[in-house]
């Protein structure tokens, strides 16, 4: 079975709304930490937002924020205003346990957005 | 500025040869990772490494080899055993230890690859 699943390959957003870009996990470990990661086209990634499988508050960065629904197994990326600067693949990424070392990644989402 | 330095940038091979990218750290994070990355593809885990001298394989290293001699450094061999090379590599690295929870990769900026 897949551990992280992204279910759109593409997505597209006005200028100044708002997204989710949906990501859902599988493990049995209690204790695992969430990713995401935003991969312009130069092909570097960058690290964006984080969420322990114990934190009891949504993570938020920015105009980042992840929705995280543990009982449903899923970590939403929310961008809000979006900009065009923000057109790029998004990937959601699990770690396993307190000190796994093996990260998990989708097969990444591409948001594009329109002016 | 600490941060992951890959080299080369783009890199193209006859087939039936070897090829090493490189891959150096300044931040000294104990573990080192190199994925590799195909079009309509997530990362896929190649081989890492926790400490020096050490070195595990992940989920593709047919045709892959590493060392681990410097904690710095991680550097990938492609050998010709590997069927299909070309692609994007990506280096990166993270903290470990029990507190690891919210070590997060950092990632080099990335080796294409192209067999001709």
């Known amino acids: 079975a897949q551990k992280i699943t992204q279910t759109q390959p593409g997505m597209f957003v006005q200028e100044k709304e708002a997204v989710t870009l949906d990501c859902t996990y599988d493990?049995?470990?209690?204790?695992?930490?969430l990713f995401w990661y935003k991969q312009p086209s130069s092909g570097e990634m960058i690290f964006l937002i984080y969420?322990?499988?114990?934190?009891?508050q949504n993570a938020t960065e920015g105009r980042y924020s992840l929705n995280f629904q543990k009982a449903r197994k899923s970590a939403n990326l929310v961008i809000s205003a979006s900009q065009l600067g923000d057109s790029a693949m998004y990937f959601c990424?699990?770690?396993?346990?307190?000190?796994?070392?093996?990260?998990?990644f989708g097969t990444g989402t591409s948001l594009t957005v329109i002016p | 500025d600490g941060g992951i330095t890959q080299s080369p940038k783009y890199l193209f091979r006859k087939e039936g040869q070897n090829v090493t990218l490189s891959c150096e750290q300044n931040?000294?994070?104990?573990?080192m990772y190199w994925y590799r990355q195909d079009p309509g593809q997530g990362l896929r885990l190649i081989y890492y490494?926790?400490?020096?001298?050490?070195?595990q394989k992940g989920d593709i290293a047919e045709g892959y080899s590493v060392s681990r001699e410097k904690k710095e450094s991680f550097p990938l061999t492609v050998t010709s055993a590997q069927k299909n090379p070309t692609a994007f590599y990506l280096c990166?690295?993270?903290?470990?230890?029990?507190?690891?929870?919210?070590?997060?990769?950092?990632f080099g900026a990335g080796s294409r690859l192209t067999v001709l």
């Open positions: 990166a690295s993270s903290l470990t230890g029990a507190s690891s929870g919210a070590n997060v990769l950092t």
């Open positions: 493990t049995s470990d209690p204790s695992y930490g």
């Open positions: 969420q322990g499988s114990y934190d009891q």
């Open positions: 990424a699990m770690r396993e346990g307190n000190t796994g070392n093996q990260f998990y």
């Open positions: 931040l000294n994070h104990d573990a």
């Open positions: 490494s926790q400490i020096v001298n050490d070195f």
